[in-house]
Nanobody, 122 residues
Framework: QVQLVESGGGLVQAGGALRLSCAAS????????MGWFRQAPGKEREFVAA????????YYTAFVEGRFTISRDNAKNTVYLQMNSLKPEDTAVYYC???????????????WGQGTQVTVSA
């Protein structure tokens, strides 16, 4: 089992920035590809970004590319999502997820966190 705990969400004005963190425990973190997803009210959960276990590959959905950056620190068992130039349409619950030795937007992730709320005011 892998336990994932997100933090760093909150309320921010449009144009502002937040950094989300996802702390993992339970298994060897460096064996897992990590992803960030989000779900806005009334909408399906959607892929945001992902990073391979070695950080050699990163993936972004088009509507965040150039504004969001995913990174990880395997020594701290943590993955981050730096979100800049936030827009009201970025408002959602953000989830991190882990997949054993794979990653990407179409991967079936094995473990999920509980989510952290991000609200961007106009």
């Amino acid at each position: 089992q892998v336990q994932l705990v997100e933090s760093g969400g909150g309320l921010v004005q449009a144009g502002g920035a937040l950094r989300l963190s996802c702390a993992a425990s339970g298994r060897t973190f460096s064996n897992y590809g990590m992803g960030w997803f989000r779900q806005a009210p009334g909408k399906e959960r959607e892929f945001v970004a992902a990073i391979s276990w070695s950080s050699s590959s990163t993936y972004y959905t088009a509507f965040v590319e150039g504004r969001f950056t995913i990174s990880r620190d395997n020594a701290k068992n943590t993955v981050y999502l730096q979100m800049n130039s936030l827009k009201p349409e970025d408002t959602a619950v953000y989830y991190c997820a882990a997949a054993y030795q794979r990653t990407g937007p179409h991967t079936n992730y094995d473990y999920w966190g509980q989510g952290t709320q991000v609200t961007v005011s106009a």
